[in-house]
Each structure stands twice: as C-alpha cells, then as structure tokens.
C-alpha cells in the first residue's frame, strides 16, 4: 500500500468517526480516485493537507467532502429507451389516474426527475401528478429543487429528448424557460410539480401510495441480500398494486421476480411491474 | 499460475486483442477481462458479438456481481467503472464520471486487484491515446502482478503504452509482432511452471509423508504389540 492509499483510509476513518459517515458500501480504489478529484478540485496541496485540516475540525471541508464522496452520475434521459417505454408503456396505464405519485431514488441533482416530469407533462398528465425526488447527498439536493442548470446541460436535454420517438407535435420549448443568458430551468407547472428532499434508503421509512418508482444505479452498490432487503421494506411497501419498478442497467432483478411478484416488461431492460 | 488476465485498451486495441487471442489452441485458458474505453451510448454486444466471431473461448458481457469463470473473455460496456472483488472472483460495476477522461477506467480494474490476487494476475496494457493504465499498472507491478505494455513501436495509439512504459519501466514489453501464439506460450509456460512446482511440493510432501511415517513408527509399534 502506498502512502496516498494509506492516508486515504485515515482520511475515511476520521470521516466516520468525526460524521458517522460509514463508506464501506464502496470499494476503496473508487474512493480514493473521489479523493483524488476532491484535493484537486479544492486546489489542496496533498492528501496530508487534507487529512490535517479534518483533524482539525475544518467542518465546511469535512461536509464537502462527503458530499464529494456520495456524488453520483446522472444526465438528462440517460438510457433513453427507459424513457421511451416510460412514455410509451407505462404512462398510458395512468391516464387517468387522481394523484399520480412517481419517486425517484437516488436522484443526485434531479436530471431524472426533471426527465420524467417533462415525459409527463407532454402527455398531459402532469397537473394531477407529483414527482419525488430523494437523495442522501444534501448538496444534489439543492441543486435539484432549484431546477437551475447551465446552459451546456440544454444539449444535453435536447439530444436525448430528440433520441425519443414522441408525437411530432411534442415540443420542448414548452416545457423549458431559458431566457436566462447562462442557465435554463423548467417552466413552472413542471417545477411545481417536483419535490426534493434527503433521504437515506438504507435506514429511512418508505413512502405510500407511489405508481412508479426510479431506482436507478443505487441498488447496485449493494450485496444482493441488502438489495433483497430494500426492496421488501422501502420499495415494494411504497409501491400501489400494479405498479412498475424502474432499475439501472446493472441492476436485474429478474432471479428475484417471483419472490417478489415482479413481472419484467421487456428482455434486457429492468422496468417491472408490480402485480401484488 | 495466472488466475486472472485484465487486458487494458484504448482507441487500436481491438485489433491488437483480437490478434492476441485468436489461436485455435486457446480454448483453455484463466478469465480473462478486457476494459476498452468505450462512449456510454454505445451497446457492447455487438463489441462481444464480434469477439465471439474470432475467439474460441467464450465471450460475455460483465454483469454486476457475476463470479468470473475460467475460458471466457469478458467485455464490458461503457456505461459503468468494472472493478473486481472477492479477491479478485466476482464483478463490481460502479456508476460516476470517467476518471481522466476514461470510462471504465482501466486504472481502476487493475486498481481493485492489488490485493494477494495481484501475483497470480497478468495484466497488459494496449494500444490507446491516453494515460489510462498507467497508474494502476504500477501499482499491480509494485504488488507482485506479471504486468506486460505493447510495444510503442508498432501500436496504432502509442500514448497509453508510452506512459504505461514511463510509469513501469521494468514492465515486460511485448514483442513488436504481437502473435497469437504469444499468450498460448506464455500460458503454457506457466503450466509447466506450476506443474513443476506441484511436482516439487509433491515430493516433498511425500518426503514429509516419509518422515511422518517413520516418527510414528513407535506406535506402529504399539499397534504390532496389540496384535
């Protein structure tokens, strides 16, 4: 072992001693890469500098970087054929639907959400529905209630929204308002219609009444016994009869889906539904 | 004896991994992976499809959490970071952002494998136009692993063996013409290796057995003056 890897596991251990933040879930060399990119972009000097000024309690360090730690990827319409069968197959399901409920967990700074919520809008069932939005990560969160993104975000956006195969008439300038020079957000029915707030999946109660839930590149990080655990106790209590679950790529959960009265849409993409 | 193979690869390397694993005879052979940087768009079937065209051992696609098997290449898509656990046995994936611009990173797969699976771990470094690699070859060669770089001569992309080369100066350098025979010998060789070792330890434990034998032989002794 090297002495950045060395100092690393210090760097994690007074983290969790000092905020009880227990990273084991993750595999050290990520961790260290996340540490890596945090010296860098805090322009500090080494990993001892980092190390030194925890011990010495610099609290607003110490919150960055676990928010550094817990980041995760995200993008607008990432993996766009979820979206499209999220369009296509399932919100035609909830036409008419009172109070449809959508939760996305593990939102980081709220793309999937807003993704979502912009899908729904253009089949117009947004005024009666809410979107949920939750995360460990309090600084995604910020981010994400804001609704505030920069401008390099909207190619983003418009790419993965043009990807789609949505009504010729669908248009995307509707649902955006980017008269700001440098940032764009979402026009207000959308905005109104997303809720954010931390939430820890691992020890937080589930919600109720939910019709689809967007568990996307979390559950992943698991062993399969706690991925097992969180889908009894968060995620299928939180779910109404016939709902869908959405998961990440990596993250089938076909072996399990007569345990757990999941039934799986297509091959190769993990959105089932929930026929309890 | 090589338990695992993780192969490194950039923009050229499919040719180069193709040619390295295309003989006939390589149908038995340690799992090996194969991290190419890839845009997260892009389906990695068809990268395996193709693979499956010119090998004779198995090719998958990793999956998170899948146990390596032995006579399969593994190819993985670009959408997550692949690392291995378990002692180097079972799969990882992680979803964040490329390192260095690379996704998966292959300074994170040889990373994740520093551990006491780092000696019995071959680990080669191909043709690429970054520094990816570089890192954790260094860090795999310092724990013991056979860490070999293609040889920036005749590489399509030679910055990502050129960096490796300046990061691991005392790694193996492949030859120029990279065959298919090379991993076959090199695996053969390593066969024979171990079979002597096994050969050796054999006769030592029989010699120990001996020994054994003749510490016990009062007992046998006992055993005589019972009957």
């Known amino acids: 072992m090297d002495k950045d890897e060395l100092l690393c596991e210090l760097i994690l251990h007074v983290i969790k001693r000092q905020c009880q933040h227990d990273f084991t879930l993750y595999a050290l060399p990520v961790l260290q890469k996340r540490i890596q990119r945090f010296i860098e972009t805090q322009g500090l000097a080494s990993h001892e500098t980092l190390l030194l000024a925890l011990i010495k309690g610099d609290k607003k360090l110490e919150y960055d970087l676990v928010q550094a730690l817990t980041v995760h990827y995200t993008h607008f319409f990432r993996n766009k054929e979820y979206f499209q069968l999220f369009y296509s197959e399932i919100l035609p399901h909830f036409a008419h639907t009172a109070n449809f409920r959508l939760w996305s967990i593990g939102c980081s700074s709220g793309e999937e959400v807003y993704s979502y919520a912009m899908l729904i809008a253009l089949r117009n069932q947004l005024a009666e529905a809410a979107l949920i939005g939750t995360d460990l990560n309090a600084n995604q969160i910020d981010i994400a209630s804001a609704g505030v993104y920069p401008l390099n975000k909207l190619e983003e956006l418009e790419s993965g929204?043009?990807?789609?195969?949505?009504?010729?008439?669908?248009?995307?300038?509707?649902?955006?308002?980017?008269?700001?020079?440098?940032?764009?957000?979402?026009?207000?029915?959308i905005r109104q219609s997303c809720h954010f707030s931390t939430h820890d999946m691992t020890r937080d109660a589930s919600l109720g009444a939910v019709h689809v839930i967007s568990c996307r590149n979390t559950l992943m990080y698991f062993s399969e016994e706690k991925q097992q655990e969180v889908?009894?106790?968060?995620?299928?209590?939180?779910?109404?009869?016939?709902?869908?679950?959405?998961?990440?790529?990596?993250?089938?959960?076909?072996?399990?889906?007569?345990?757990?009265?999941?039934?799986?849409?297509?091959?190769?993409?993990?959105i089932y539904h929930y026929h309890a | 004896m090589y338990k695992r193979i993780l192969i490194g690869g950039s923009a050229g390397s499919f040719e180069q991994v193709s040619q390295l694993l295309s003989a006939e005879s390589l149908y038995h052979c340690p799992?090996?992976?194969?991290?190419?940087?890839?845009?997260?768009?892009?389906?990695?079937?068809?990268?395996?499809?193709?693979?499956?065209?010119?090998?004779?051992?198995?090719?998958?696609?990793?999956?998170?959490?899948?146990?390596?098997?032995?006579?399969?290449?593994?190819?993985?898509?670009?959408?997550?970071?692949?690392?291995?656990?378990?002692?180097?046995?079972?799969?990882?994936?992680?979803?964040?952002?490329?390192?260095?611009?690379a996704k998966p990173s292959i300074d994170l797969l040889f990373e994740s494998c520093c551990g006491s699976e780092a000696k019995s771990t071959l680990a080669i470094v191909l043709s690429g136009a970054n520094s990816d690699g570089s890192t954790g070859l260094k860090k795999l060669f310092d724990a013991g692993a056979h860490c070999c770089i293609a040889s920036p001569n005749n590489t399509p992309h030679s910055a990502m063996p050129t960096s490796a080369l300046h990061t691991v100066p005392n790694a193996e350098v492949l030859p120029d013409e990279v065959d298919s025979q090379w991993l076959v010998k090199l695996l053969a060789c390593d066969k024979r290796s171990t079979e002597h070792l096994h050969h050796t330890s054999k006769s030592k434990l029989s010699n120990s057995v001996h020994a054994s034998a003749s510490d016990i032989k009062p007992s046998n002794t006992l055993v005589g003056g019972h009957q």
């Not at chain 1, 043009?162 to 026009?187: E, G, H, M, R, V």
């Not at chain 1, 998961?247 to 190769?268: I, M, Q």
């Not at chain 2, 068809?46 to 190819?75: G, P």
């Not at chain 2, 993985?76 to 979803?95: C, E, K, M, P, S």
Request: negative net charge; hydrophobic residues 40%; charged residues 20%.
């Open chain 2, 31 to 101: 799992p090996i992976i194969f991290i190419m940087h890839l845009s997260e768009n892009y389906d990695a079937k068809n990268l395996c499809n193709a693979f499956q065209s010119l090998v004779h051992i198995k090719c998958k696609l990793v999956q998170n959490h899948d146990w390596i098997e032995s006579d399969t290449l593994y190819i993985a898509d670009g959408r997550y970071h692949v690392l291995l656990d378990n002692d180097g046995q079972r799969f990882r994936l992680y979803d964040d952002e490329p390192f260095h611009y």
């Open chain 1, 231 to 270: 889908i009894n106790q968060l995620i299928l209590p939180s779910l109404v009869p016939g709902g869908y679950v959405i998961t990440g790529e990596a993250e089938n959960l076909e072996p399990w889906s007569d345990t757990f009265n999941l039934k799986r849409l297509h091959n190769g993409i993990n």
């Open chain 1, 161 to 189: 929204f043009k990807s789609l195969a949505l009504p010729a008439n669908s248009s995307l300038l509707s649902l955006i308002d980017s008269q700001q020079k440098s940032t764009f957000t979402f026009c207000e029915a």
